[in-house]
């Protein structure tokens, strides 16, 4: 068998498997609701969510295991045409591994290459954009009241993502490539940028989650093409008994490299929009490459801790500094987004009855057990507000949207804004022990 052409595709069965039970499962629920279009979107959110997820963790976790093979191999003491070796536990069962420096003599029968889950994880992650963002740009994409129509708003979204790599790709044809420490300066600077010309356009939630998109798509591409063609290459050339040119190989181990430094970074991002605090502040740009950057210099410790495993982590020199530098830069960003309190929250005692009205005028509509906002099936996070007790019960989680950051209310058509002294209002209402009736 040509191991050129051995795609085992073992990611690929068992969860289009379970996309098509859950597409099933949505035909069924399709004909059993009311509403059934906003229902089909949450349906099709949930299966390509949890797809892109499975994809994602297939696709970093295997980066993350031949990163730590690479660094953990054993290189002293083994056979001329190896580079190292490996003894590991696992699962109740002792595996020896064999690294070649370039090619085994006679190659296997069977060849593992690993490349569907970084390119589903890239096609999964594109679609719930679509079905997140682009279905209606106007309600998550594009913060309140933006006079920019909603198809330009997707074409700078979906334009994004191919500007990143055009961008990556001439940074990378620099010298700047082989000097790692400035390419991560430049690099990073040019994420910061992006990031604030973005949010001229988007809400603080649409432009961390295409940062993520842009970076996902640098190493999504890397991998395509980039890495893959080049394992290719290395086939062929070791089929016919031919050595590769050492500088090419390097080149490829650089932009794989990069690969592995942007893991953490996008990982959060993908978590990101559970942290309104982060993307809803003024200067969320800072506290985005701040994260990034503490993020880069925790992956940096783990490759060089994993290189001197058997040092302790004292004698392994500067490298606790690197986690006191991460550790660093979270607090800036904790600072930075620590809430300011209003002195509003002095004013007079606010009634139950005030905070009733606001909310039933202003989040109601949406967050009820049968919302009646178009396009809502159910209560949006499980949030309801439909008596007293539900709404001082969530007293925090009120203050925490509407007061602390503006995430709430989302300002779709029909939902009045609410206003500067209405969020001071609930502010003070919970500062005064948030009493019910
Ligand atoms: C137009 C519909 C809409 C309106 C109006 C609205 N919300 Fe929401 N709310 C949502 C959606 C959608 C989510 C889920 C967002 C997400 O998953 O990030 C949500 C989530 C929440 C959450 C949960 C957040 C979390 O991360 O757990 C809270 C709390 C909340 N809203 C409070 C409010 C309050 C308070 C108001 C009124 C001031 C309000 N909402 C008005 C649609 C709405």
Redesign the pocket.
């Known amino acids: 068998m040509d191991p050129l052409n051995q795609d085992r595709l073992r990611l690929i069965k068992w969860p289009w498997l379970l996309a098509l039970l859950a597409l099933l499962a949505l035909g069924v629920a399709l004909t059993l609701a009311n509403g059934w279009q906003a229902h089909a979107r949450e349906w099709l959110n949930l299966v390509v969510r949890w797809l892109h997820i499975i994809y994602g963790i297939a696709w970093i976790g295997a980066s993350f295991y031949f990163i730590f093979l690479e660094n953990a191999l054993e290189r002293h003491g083994v056979r001329a045409e190896l580079s190292g070796n490996l003894w590991a536990i696992h699962g109740g069962g002792i595996y020896y591994l064999e690294k070649y420096k370039t090619a085994p003599a006679q190659l296997p029968k069977h060849l593992h290459w690993f490349k569907w889950d970084a390119y589903l994880t890239w096609v999964t992650g594109f679609l719930l954009l679509v079905i997140v963002y682009y279905a209606d740009p106007r309600?998550?994409l594009l913060p309140p009241q933006s006079p920019l129509p909603g198809w330009a708003a997707v074409a700078i979204a979906v334009a994004s993502l191919p500007a990143a790599w055009l961008v990556y790709v001439a940074l990378s044809s620099t010298k700047l490539l082989y000097r790692p420490a400035l390419f991560l300066l430049v690099g990073g600077m040019l994420v910061a940028l992006a990031a604030y010309l973005l949010g001229q356009v988007f809400s603080g939630?649409g432009v961390f989650m295409h940062i993520g998109a842009m970076l996902g798509t640098i190493m999504a591409a890397n991998v395509f093409f980039v890495i893959i063609p080049s394992q290719k290459k290395l086939v062929r050339a070791a089929q016919k008994g031919e050595a590769l040119d050492p500088e090419f190989v390097a080149w490829v181990q650089l932009r794989s490299r990069h690969n592995n430094y942007l893991t953490l970074p996008v990982l959060f991002t993908m978590i990101a929009?559970?942290f309104?605090f982060t993307y809803n502040h003024g200067a969320n740009w800072l506290i985005l490459i701040l994260l990034f950057v503490a993020g880069v210099a925790v992956r940096h410790f783990i490759n060089v801790t994993e290189k001197e495993h058997k040092r302790t982590l004292v004698e392994g020199g500067a490298m606790p500094y690197l986690l006191v530098g991460a550790a660093a830069l979270v607090l800036v960003a904790f600072y930075l987004t620590a809430p300011r309190t209003s002195t509003a929250q002095a004013d007079s005692p606010v009634p139950f009855a005030e905070v009733e009205g606001?909310?039933r005028q202003?989040?109601?509509?949406?967050?009820a057990a049968r919302?009646t906002?178009p396009g809502?099936a159910s209560a949006?996070?499980g949030?309801m507000?439909d008596t007293p007790e539900q709404i001082v019960a969530?007293a925090g989680?009120?203050k925490?949207?509407?007061v602390d950051t503006t995430?709430?209310?989302?300002?779709?058509p029909g939902?009045p804004p609410?206003t500067q002294e209405q969020r001071a209002r609930?502010g003070a209402w919970v500062a005064q022990g948030a009493r019910g009736p």
């Not at 202003?362 to 967050?367: L, R």
């Not at 995430?407 to 779709?412: A, F």
Request: glycine share 0%; hydrophobic share 50%; net charge positive.
């Open positions: 309600a998550i939630r929009h559970h309104p606001i909310i202003h989040c109601h509509m949406c967050h919302p906002q809502f949006p996070a949030v507000f969530q989680k009120i925490q949207t509407a995430y709430m209310p989302l300002l779709l939902v609410l609930l």
